[in-house]
């Protein structure tokens, strides 16, 4: 991948093009598809790699994108959060998944 990418929509479509075309939501203790209904805790899927973006002059404009797989059930996809101030509140085993795996 492209180290160079500046921004989130840089990011995002490099994954995409990567086959990460799922869009997964953050809940408590899962990721959410609403577009298939798929529920994922969090020994189904792995953090494959992650961006972080740091707003120059809004702390709003924090956020990380995590490309994520779930081999189990052959799909990927990316999250996008907040995070500091304004990440969500998760569950432990939540916090430990969204942690990149080493390769």
């Given at each position: ?15 995409k093009a ?39 002059t ?29 990440s ?16």
């Amino acid at each position: 991948m492209d180290y160079n990418l500046r921004t989130v929509t840089d990011v995002l479509y490099e994954l995409k093009a990567r086959g990460y075309t799922v869009d997964f939501n953050l809940n408590k203790d899962c990721l959410v598809c609403y577009e298939n209904e798929l529920t994922l805790h969090p020994d189904e899927f792995v953090v494959d790699k992650h961006y972080r973006f740091e707003g120059t002059t809004d702390p709003a404009d924090e956020s990380v994108i995590y490309a994520i797989s779930s081999p189990k059930n052959n799909i990927k996809g990316t999250l996008i959060n907040a995070y500091g101030v304004y990440s969500n509140d998760l569950s432990n085993e939540m916090v430990r998944a969204l942690h990149e795996k080493p390769a």
